[in-house]
């Protein structure tokens, strides 16, 4: 504990979309298979984003990082247990476990079994296993542990295996929306005092209306 509680993947946050989302009806037409997570492009499109860095959305450990079919370079992050604890609280249903899984990756930097920080470089935006897509980030929220290289066949089985990405999203309500995390380190971890939470060093996580407000500290309280 001790370092950021939330970085968005790609930074800033203004210069990216997301090209397709959570069980999108035109991926499915166009891939034959239900989406599982959300496809993020920088706005300058093409392959401009090629190599482009990705950072990590919540602290975790490493769980999974290499190639696989369909997937390319992936890196799967078991998210930590007390921000597993906030987002349920946040989402208001129980989750069985959270992972982060980015894939498509040009390189990866990190190891199995290494512990990352929110804002972390993991690695670089890539094309896919044999570069069969335009460069673009995957990013899904498995809920329970699953295979590194899963890839269901249904949207049933999306729908009780990933949290949709927006949802997460929602879950956190930003303070500073268009760059939330300007440089690095900026949450500290929160415990619960009652309905609000606590944060030492200065950031602060507060819960209203059933959201969590997270809002950044310039510098080292
Ligand atoms: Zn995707």
């Known amino acids: 504990m001790g370092g950021p509680i939330f970085a968005w993947p790609v930074r800033p946050k203004a210069n990216s979309y997301v090209a397709a ?19 993020w492009n920088l706005r300058t499109g093409g392959d401009s984003d090629l190599g482009y860095p990705v950072q990590a959305v919540f602290p975790g450990t490493v769980v999974a990082a290499g190639w696989y079919r369909v997937w390319g370079n992936l890196v799967v992050v078991r998210v930590d247990p007390w921000v597993q604890e906030l987002l349920q609280k946040a989402l208001g249903e129980p989750l069985e476990d959270l ?3 980015y894939g498509h990756l040009h390189h990866t930097v990190v190891t199995q079994g290494q512990q990352v920080d929110a ?64 440089s690095g380190r900026l949450y500290a971890p929160v415990r619960y005092i009652g309905k609000d939470l606590e944060a030492p060093r200065g950031a602060w996580v507060r819960r209203v209306e059933e959201r969590l407000w997270v809002r950044p500290v310039s510098e080292e309280a």
């Open 21 to 39: 989302g959570y069980l999108d009806p035109a991926y499915a037409r166009s891939m034959g298979v239900p989406h599982t997570g959300e496809d």
């Open 99 to 101: 992972y982060v899984r």
């Open 119 to 182: 804002g972390e470089c993991i690695g670089s935006i890539g094309k896919g296993d044999g570069g069969r897509y335009m460069a673009h980030l995957h990013i899904d929220f498995p809920r329970m542990r699953i295979p590194p290289d899963a890839y269901p066949r249904t949207e049933a089985q999306v729908r009780a295996q990933y949290l949709d990405p927006a949802r997460v999203w929602g879950a956190l309500s930003f303070a500073d929306r268009p760059n939330l995390l300007p």
